[in-house]
C-alpha cells in the first residue's frame, strides 16, 4: 500500500513539474509580448490559496493535475485592449502557444543531460556472478566492465542487455575490462527465467 500511494505522489510531482515548466513558457512569452496574463494557475478546480503580484494572480488549485496561463483577451468575449492576446500580431500568438511545449522539449533535454552527467545511467558492469553460472566458469568478477561484444563497443546496460536478448544463446566474444587491463573470454550465455 505504502508503494502504491508513493508511486502516486511520485506521479503528481512529475505531472505538476511539467505542468509548471509548460504553463511558465506561455507566461514569459505572453509577458515579453505584452500581454496581461490574469492568473497563472497551478492544479484545476477551487482555488486553494492565491496571491495577487503585480498584475497577476498566482493561485494553487485543489486538483493537482493540470494547470493553466489565463491571457487577458484569449477569447472574443469581453473587453479587447492592445494587452489582450488576440490583440497581438499573429507572430506573437504562435510563439506564446508555441511557447509552453518548446518548455517541455528544453526540460527533457535538461534532464537528459544532467542524468547523464551525473552518472544515473546504469554503467556496463557486472553486478555479481553467480554460482555455477556460465560467467563464473569462465573467470568474470564482480565489477569487471563489459566493454565490448562481439567487436561491438558497450556503453550503457541496455546496449549488453539487447545484444544478450538477440543472440538466442549462441557463443559470444566478451572483452572485459579490469583494473586498465582488456580480457577476453568466449561466453555462452544461459536463459533464466
Given at each position: 500500500m505504502i508503494g502504491i500511494l508513493s508511486s502516486i505522489i511520485i506521479s503528481?510531482?512529475?505531472?505538476?513539474?511539467?505542468?509548471?515548466?509548460?504553463?511558465?513558457?506561455?507566461?514569459?512569452?505572453?509577458?515579453?509580448?505584452?500581454?496581461?496574463?490574469?492568473?497563472?494557475?497551478?492544479?484545476?478546480?477551487?482555488?486553494?490559496?492565491?496571491?495577487?503580484?503585480?498584475?497577476?494572480e498566482y493561485s494553487l488549485r485543489l486538483f493537482p493535475l493540470g494547470g493553466f496561463c489565463r491571457l487577458h483577451g484569449e477569447t472574443e468575449e469581453g473587453e479587447i485592449t492592445e494587452r489582450s492576446f488576440l490583440a497581438k500580431s499573429v507572430w506573437a500568438r504562435m510563439a506564446i502557444m508555441a511557447a509552453g511545449p518548446i518548455m517541455n522539449?528544453?526540460?527533457?533535454?535538461?534532464?537528459?543531460?544532467?542524468?547523464?552527467?551525473?552518472?544515473?545511467?546504469?554503467?556496463?558492469?557486472?553486478?555479481?556472478?553467480?554460482?555455477?553460472s556460465p560467467a563464473q566458469e569462465i573467470g568474470l568478477q564482480e565489477g569487471d566492465e563489459i566493454y565490448r561484444i562481439n567487436g561491438d563497443r558497450i556503453h550503457i546496460y541496455d546496449e549488453m542487455q539487447a545484444i544478450m536478448l538477440q543472440n538466442g544463446g549462441e557463443p559470444i566474444d566478451l572483452e572485459i575490462k579490469r583494473d586498465g587491463m582488456i580480457y577476453e573470454y568466449e561466453l555462452t550465455p544461459q536463459y533464466s527465467e
Open positions: 503528481l510531482i512529475v505531472i505538476g513539474v511539467l505542468v509548471i515548466v509548460h504553463e511558465f513558457g506561455h507566461f514569459i512569452v505572453a509577458k515579453k509580448c505584452g500581454v496581461w496574463v490574469e492568473e497563472f494557475a497551478v492544479g484545476m478546480g477551487k482555488k486553494i490559496c492565491s496571491k495577487q503580484i503585480g498584475e497577476t522539449f528544453l526540460l527533457a533535454i535538461i534532464l537528459i543531460f544532467g542524468l547523464s552527467a551525473s552518472g544515473y545511467i546504469i554503467q556496463p558492469k557486472v553486478a555479481a556472478v553467480l554460482d555455477g
